[in-house]
T-cell receptor, first 115, second 112 residues
Framework: AQKVTQTQTSISVVEKTTVTMDCVYE???????LFWYKQTASGEIVFLIR??????ENATVGHYSLNFQKPKSSIGLIITATQIEDSAVYFC????????????FGQGTILKVYL | NSKVIQTPRYLVKGQGQKAKMRCIPE?????VFWYQQNKNNEFKFLIN????????QIDMTEKRFSAECPSNSPCSLEIQSSEAGDSALYLC??????????FGPGTRLTVL
């Protein structure tokens, strides 16, 4: 069975700094996909970035980047130059090939960015 | 802003009542998913479709829950006899096959 774990319940950072959120996953599949989403205060869930397991390069989109450490089954999200608007709950998710197309989510990490 | 449309945004039902919610996937996305997010932010996959056909569903969905995605009509998720434990945010997502899913704003169901 697939499992995704986010151990950080909540993180608070000063605006314009860099924050890293941790995520570890479990799967026996050799092919899988990892995603990060954020859920805003209104409940809206926004796709941020994706990492395919067969790619060695860390994905980067805007001020989001990933730290993919395959041997450790770890996919950290790095947000640089944080803004107040980045305050949200961040979810790590995985889709394993053997599990079809459904996503398995972590517990979420609350990010609070303050002035 | 979400391109996946979900209605209604809020739904209040009494125990034993039917609860029905609808979803219009993003244009061009053949795969549609339903998830339940509880008050602890935990996600539970319910069912997914590709071009009107069910791909996967969990046991819970096979009993009190029913869902469909007819062609040229919104997809729907219906709970035949609502229970207090069904109170949650119901999220519809759509995607191209095998890639990231895009979520709608959700339908918040409260069962009194």
């Amino acid at each position: 069975a697939q499992k995704v774990t986010q151990t950080q319940t909540s993180i608070s950072v000063v605006e314009k700094t860099t924050v890293t959120m941790d995520c570890v996953y479990e799967t026996r599949d050799s092919s899988y996909f990892l995603f990060w989403y954020k859920q805003t205060a209104s409940g809206e869930i926004v796709f941020l970035i994706r990492q395919d397991s067969y790619k060695k390069e860390n994905a980067t989109v805007g001020h989001y980047s990933l730290n993919f450490q395959k041997p450790k089954s770890s996919i950290g999200l790095i947000i640089t130059a944080t803004q107040i608007e980045d305050s949200a709950v961040y979810f790590c998710a995985m889709r394993a090939t053997s599990s079809g197309q459904k996503l398995v989510f972590g517990q979420g990490t609350i990010l609070k960015v303050y002035l | 802003n979400s391109k996946v449309i979900q209605t209604p945004r809020y739904l209040v039902k009494g125990q034993g009542q039917k609860a029905k919610m609808r979803c219009i996937p993003e244009k061009g996305h053949p795969v549609v998913f339903w998830y339940q997010q509880n008050k602890n932010n935990e996600f539970k996959f319910l069912i997914n479709f590709q071009n009107q056909e069910v791909l996967q569903q969990i046991d819970m969905t096979e009993k009190r829950f029913s869902a469909e995605c007819p062609s040229n009509s919104p997809c729907s998720l219906e709970i035949q006899s609502s229970e207090a434990g069904d109170s949650a945010l119901y999220l519809c997502a759509s995607s191209l096959p095998g890639v990231e899913q895009y979520f709608g704003p959700g339908t918040r169901l409260t069962v009194l």
